[in-house]
């Protein structure tokens, strides 16, 4: 490409280079407002504007890391999570939609009150960041064995000037000895190693610690349900995320560790999300 392309060209040649990603137009104009600083209505405000050379390659990388499948989240070093704008990278998980209505349950269903609450695994820190900001007199602790992780979700706390969340590396449970909650939450890995769900689209790029566990995706819940009890106080809540195929599993996984008003509730699309119980 010699001479400069306008916008409008350049979302066009763009579009054309990722047949293979069903949202071609969307990622092709996300990536351009990112490389331009702008909003998106800018290129529709200024179709004819020309690339600069600079933007030219900027968004030609972009664009070919993209035709590889390269999230937009890594490639744009963001993602939006319950309105906070989140720096994401390749040592988490990209925060997902789904994962809002565990972040809507917590508010919503747990009576309110100056709560200790633990987040396990918390990669980004987008769960604990939502709760941190909605209620600022909870004090979050965020925990993830990824000592990355842990960097990453300080560093979107510090950025956000949100104080009461603070992150600890910590294995699960391993570095809270003696360290009671209200609420602990948890988006942990839950995907069976053989889901074919893993060898299509972002997910490929994001790291299989957070995706995968063994014992058909259950092993991260079952050990999180046995340890959560000592960590709970007395009438204290629990709250998983898990795969869609997984909620009677995971609520004889509460039951059998003695919580009780155990339920399961639906995300957007009508599929069981999340599992909920509370300490007797
Ligand atoms: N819901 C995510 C997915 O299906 C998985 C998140 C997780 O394993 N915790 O890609």
């Known amino acids: 490409m010699e001479a400069a392309l306008t916008l409008q060209q350049a979302l066009r040649w763009a579009q054309a280079q990722l047949p293979a990603s069903d949202s071609a137009r969307l990622d092709a104009e996300v990536l351009l407002a990112f490389v331009l600083q702008k909003t998106r209505v800018h290129l529709y405000t200024w179709p004819e504007a020309e690339l600069s050379p600079e933007a030219h390659t900027q968004f030609a990388q972009l664009i070919s890391a993209r035709a590889k499948g390269e999230p937009i989240a890594y490639l744009t070093g963001t993602q939006e999570f319950w309105s906070l704008p989140l720096v994401t990278n390749r040592h988490t998980l990209i925060p997902r939609a789904d994962t809002e209505l565990l972040v809507e349950l917590a508010?919503?269903?747990?009576?309110?009150?100056?709560?200790?609450?633990?987040?396990?695994?918390?990669?980004?820190?987008?769960?604990?960041?939502?709760?941190?900001?909605?209620?600022?007199?909870?004090?979050?602790?965020?925990?993830?064995?990824?000592?990355?992780?842990?960097?990453?979700?300080?560093?979107?706390?510090?950025?956000?000037?949100?104080?009461?969340?603070?992150?600890?590396?910590?294995?699960?449970?391993?570095?809270?000895?003696?360290?009671?909650?209200?609420?602990?939450?948890?988006?942990?890995?839950?995907?069976?190693?053989?889901?074919?769900?893993?060898?299509?689209?972002?997910?490929?790029?994001?790291?299989?610690?957070?995706?995968?566990?063994?014992?058909?995706g259950l092993a991260d819940i079952q050990r999180i349900t046995v340890d959560a009890g000592e960590h709970l106080a007395v009438g204290g809540y629990l709250m998983l995320e898990h795969g869609w195929q997984?909620?009677?599993?995971?609520?004889?996984?509460?039951?059998?560790?003695?919580?009780?008003?155990?339920?399961t509730h639906q995300d957007l699309a009508g599929r069981d999300r999340v599992t909920m119980g509370q300490r007797p």
């Open 246 to 263: 997984q909620g009677s599993a995971v609520r004889d996984c509460l039951s059998a560790a003695g919580f009780v008003a155990v339920a």
């Open 107 to 216: 508010l919503t269903l747990v009576p309110d009150g100056p709560l200790r609450v633990l987040d396990l695994g918390t990669g980004s820190g987008a769960i604990a960041l939502a709760l941190a900001s909605e209620r600022p007199d909870w004090q979050l602790t965020g925990v993830d064995r990824v000592a990355d992780a842990v960097e990453l979700a300080r560093s979107n706390a510090a950025r956000l000037k949100i104080n009461n969340a603070s992150f600890v590396p910590s294995d699960w449970f391993a570095a809270l000895t003696g360290k009671r909650y209200d609420l602990i939450v948890s988006n942990p890995p839950y995907i069976d190693d053989a889901d074919p769900h893993l060898t299509q689209g972002d997910v490929r790029f994001e790291p299989r610690s957070a995706l995968v566990a063994p014992a058909a």
